[in-house]
Structure formats: C-alpha cells, structure tokens
C-alpha cells in the first residue's frame, strides 16, 4: 500500500505553484486532503481536479487568533491530520538598503510565524494521535544568503532551525516526522507576488523562476522523500544546488561565490534591469 493511500493531508498555499502540484500528487496517490490558501475559486478549481475527497479550508496564515479554530475545523473533518504540508509563503525582490522595515515583519509573520503557529496548534493532536508528519517547503535561500531576499532569507534559514529543533524533540519521543524542502528555482508565479522594498507586489518575472524546474517534478521529488524517510530534501540543481552543498562544505568559497554574485545583483538592480542576476526563488 502507498505510503499516502487513505491518509488526510492537509495543504496550505494550495491553490498555486508547488501547493497546487503537491495536492494533486498526494490526492493521485489516494490521500484525501485538505485545501488551505486565501483564494477560494482558485482552491475550488484545484479541488475540481482532484481524484480523492478534498475540502477547502481558506484562511489568511497571519490571522493568528483564529489559527486554533480552522486547526479543529480540519481535524473534524476526518477525525485527524496525517500530513501538515506547510508551503504558504510569499518571497522578496529589493535590496535591504532600499526596503522598508515593515517589509521584514510582514514577510517574517508570513514566512515563519504562521507555520510555526500552524504547526503548534497541530502537535498536541498530533502527539495524541500516536505520531504525524510535518512537511515545511522553505527554500535554497534557506541555507544560503540570496540577494534580494533578506528578509525571505531570514524568514526561511529560521524555518529549516525550527523544523530541525522539533524533529529532534518528537521523532523518537511521538512518531512526528519531519521533513525541510529547499527548492531551487520552481516555475511558479513566487517571482511575480514577492514583495518590493516598499511592501508592494513586485509584478516582474525573473529568467531563472520562469526557467524553472516543473512544479510537478518538485511535488513528485518530495512525496518520495516522504516514503524514503528522509529529513531534508533539496530539490536543485546546477549553481543552486552548489553553493547550497557548499554552505557546509567550504562556506568561506560560498561568502566569495555570493559576495560576486550580490555586486552583480545590486549594480544590475540600482540600474532597473531586474530580468537577470538572481538565483533561489
């Protein structure tokens, strides 16, 4: 039997991108699962598609105080989570000289603190249960520091630190696996909705995201990761997945390697030529 047959898999960020691939991969492997994102059509339309029993459960992932509420209402709906897929996020295009300090908070509260929260309101059912898994889609910008992407860096290297620290505090002690995902450059309109220095959509595609790997190849690496065990999956390759390996390899040729890279970036960014230069979504 697949590892995802009769499972509830829940899915935030599903009505696009690497949320959308990854509920119709799991749903195509017999999971029913559970379809979070703000954009109700745009869910339903996902929900369409699917070959198993899905419900749609839209929230804003910043509306904290109403966290514990949707959490029961997904649990109700089959009598347990199985699978916490946490992949709402949005990124950033701007450089920290140029970006305003709400930019920080808004993409922190996004990017960590609502997985966090989601994730926490999650565990004690989970523990109950008898164990679960929790799947977090952070980013090669997780591990190495991109430019353009202070704040996402910020946001994601503090992902990968909390998922990694409650792995080893409920894998063995609850049967609650984790697993952390690095994408790399995924063809997904992520470029398009990151944030400004200003806070406003940035609107303006990047060559390497457009370029990227299929989403549904990402969603496809990633539920294999999920049956092989695995605790952290990169999915990149070429100068990505390089100078993500080398964060622990040699990370004095990786500060090198971006420090070029990041001159290139803010000289080709203070001159309005944002179709070239950047890497890690």
Known sequence: MDHFKDKTVWVTGASSGIGKALAQSVSDAGA??????????????????LTTDAFILPFEATDFDDLEKHVETAWNWQGRVDILINNAGVSQRSLALYTDPQVYTDLINIDLLAPIWLTQHNLPRMA????????????????????????????????????????????????IKVLNVLPGSVATNVDVNALSGDGQKFDKQDQNIQQGDDPMDCAAAILSAVRAGQKELIFADGLELQVAQMRHSDPEQLFTVLGQLGAQTAAAYEEGDTSKGYSAP
């Not at 559970?34 to 339309?45: C, D, K, T, V």
């Open 32 to 49: 029913r699962v559970i379809l979070s994102g703000r954009r109700i059509a745009a869910l339903e339309s996902v929900k369409s598609g």
């Open 128 to 175: 109950k249960a008898g164990g679960a898994q929790i799947i977090a889609i952070s980013s090669v910008a997780g591990r190495i520091g991109a430019p353009l992407r202070t704040a996402y860096c910020a946001a994601k290297h503090g992902l990968i630190g909390y998922m990694d620290a409650l792995r080893a505090e409920v894998e063995l002690a609850h049967n």
